[in-house]
């Protein structure tokens, strides 16, 4: 048998070192969205009583945070230390599971193409959902209203959606102060109030009002609504960023495809 090496048996430091830079900013970045996502939880309590994560009936913006920044840092441990160890199966595994993340966001955005009565339906469900659980978690809560605030929307389809909270419902014999109201965040700003101060009552009974009169109050479009006004005269923003996104993963992918190519030549081949 015969060994024999590729002319060019040396792994490419300009390669190595990229990779390397390239997965320290995601692997710090991941660090980072952990640490904010186990400090929510600890402001919530939800560390010492880990039974509030299975109470809460809507969407935990933490349990996103925690998730983007846990697959954040496997990733960049991983480039990372391929990179540094020249370990082929740390570098297979970083570029497989971007090339992964990239067919899935392809996949997605096809399909919220294809399927869009279904994508709206499942949205509506999905914040009316929310809608009910809003006063279950703070960060669901703060979510909900910065939506509402940015969009000048109320509700998912319209502010009677808020008859799926029971503290703003209308039916029923509850005592609630909030009974036939709507947040704060749905109503219109007063230009007489200070810069600043927010009116947390300013939604109270205002759906006992005539409904010709709510638009004088309070924003009357739905937030499915709004988003449907915003995506056509965003789209090359959208655009952008997704092109974006896409090439910053292409290019983890080339390095690591590079830097593997160049360890396996390194390597005796017989």
């Known amino acids: 048998m ?11 430091c300009c390669y190595k070192y990229l990779m390397f830079s390239y997965n320290i900013i995601f692997w710090l970045a991941g660090v980072a969205f952990i640490a904010v996502g186990f400090w929510a939880w600890s402001e919530k309590g939800v560390l010492l009583d880990l039974t ?10 933490v349990w996103l945070v925690l998730v983007v920044g846990g697959v954040t840092f496997i990733l960049g441990f991983a480039g990372c230390v391929g990179a540094l160890r020249e370990n082929i199966c740390l570098l297979k595994f970083f570029s ?20 869009q009565s279904q994508v709206r339906e499942w949205i509506n469900d999905f914040f009316l959902a929310n809608v009910r659980a809003y006063r279950d978690d703070i960060d669901l809560q703060n979510l909900i209203d910065s939506l509402q605030r940015m969009n000048h929307c109320c509700g998912a389809q319209e502010p009677d959606d808020w008859d799926q909270n029971i503290y703003f419902s209308c039916n029923g014999t509850h005592r609630s102060r909030e009974k036939c109201g709507v947040p704060f965040s ?17 939604g109270y009974d205002v759906r006992n009002r005539p409904k010709r009169e709510w ?52 390597k005796f081949t017989y």
């Open 186 to 202: 749905c109503c219109i700003t007063d230009p007489a109030d200070s810069p600043g101060v927010v009116n947390t009552q300013c």
């Open 215 to 266: 638009s004088s109050h309070i924003f009357t479009k739905g937030c499915i609504a709004a988003l449907e006004d915003w995506l056509p005269g965003n789209l090359y923003t959208v655009a952008i960023v997704f092109i974006v996104i896409s090439l910053l993963q292409m290019v983890g992918i080339y390095l690591a495809r590079t830097l593997i190519s160049d360890i396996e030549k390194s």
């Open 96 to 115: 497989g599971v971007i090339g992964f993340i990239f067919i899935l966001e392809l996949t997605a955005a096809v399909l919220a193409v294809v399927f």
């Open 52 to 61: 509030q994560v299975t109470r809460l009936h809507g969407f935990d913006p």
């Open 2 to 12: 015969y060994y024999y090496r590729y002319d060019n048996a040396e792994v490419s």
